[in-house]
């Protein structure tokens, strides 16, 4: 069966770090592309980042380039998004999302990130 | 870039048949047959029913059907159940730098 577990999500202030893990099983990780999906309280997902299964081709959305990246670990089946300078706006549910070609067929349960003071 | 448009919220009845729209651009629900529908229960993850325009995965009920004309695609339910009750979002490949690109959501009410 596959897994996706997102973990590291919690309250942070302004301006600090979180780093967010997805622990992948189930199904061989390293064969395919992952992306980060947000969803802010109330409102629509947002796509936010992508990483090619050898982890050498990434890609992010205007809105967190250059504060975030994402990486992966293929040895411990993980996916990792490292988010620093954390806006008010950075809030919300953070997904990870196994994509097999143009469409997302398994979603993790998120985990919610909170920048406030 | 620009959220594809849907409509903010559809209703209907148990047993009818309910449309939801997607509209976009050239650039993406109308140059690729790459459209994806997601349906998402309060507090819960997006799970997928529909993939390129109109392919169900397994275990998806026959339902749930796509289309698409034009810059439009059109995910429809067949048949409405309680269980329906839900937000639906729709996703397309785009030719922007993003690749992906969601709609707004769609909160459907069954009556």
């Known amino acids: 069966e596959v897994q996706l577990v997102e973990s590291g999500g919690g309250l942070v202030q302004p301006g600090g770090s979180l780093r967010l893990s997805c622990a992948a099983s189930?199904?061989?990780?390293?064969?395919?592309?992952m992306h980060w999906v947000r969803q802010a309280p109330g409102k629509g997902l947002v796509w936010v980042s992508r990483?090619?299964?050898?982890?050498?081709?990434?890609s992010y959305a205007d809105s967190v380039k250059g504060r975030f990246t994402i990486s992966r670990d293929n040895a411990k089946n993980t996916l990792y998004l490292q988010m620093n300078s954390l806006r008010a706006e950075d809030t919300a549910v953070y997904y990870c999302?196994?994509?097999?070609?143009?469409?997302?067929?398994?979603w993790g349960q998120g985990t919610l990130v909170t920048v406030s003071s | 870039q620009s959220a594809l448009t849907q409509p903010a919220s559809v209703s209907g009845s148990p047993g009818q048949s309910i449309t939801i729209s997607c509209t976009g651009t050239?650039?993406?629900?109308?140059?690729?047959?790459?459209v994806s529908w997601y349906q998402q229960h309060p507090g819960k993850a997006p799970k997928l029913m529909i993939y390129d325009v109109s392919n169900r995965p397994s275990g998806v009920p026959d339902r749930f059907s796509g289309s698409k004309s034009g810059n439009t695609a059109s995910l429809t339910i067949s048949g409405l159940q309680a269980e329906d009750e839900a937000d639906y979002y729709c996703?397309?490949?785009?030719?922007?730098?993003?690749?992906?690109?969601f709609g707004g959501g769609t909160k459907l009410t069954v009556l």
């Open positions: 050239s650039s993406d629900v109308g140059g690729y047959n790459y």
């Open positions: 996703s397309s490949y785009t030719s922007s730098s993003t690749l992906v690109v």
């Open positions: 189930g199904f061989t990780f390293s064969s395919y592309w």
């Open positions: 999302a196994r994509v097999p070609s143009t469409w997302y067929d398994y």
């Open positions: 990483i090619k299964s050898d982890g050498r081709s990434t």
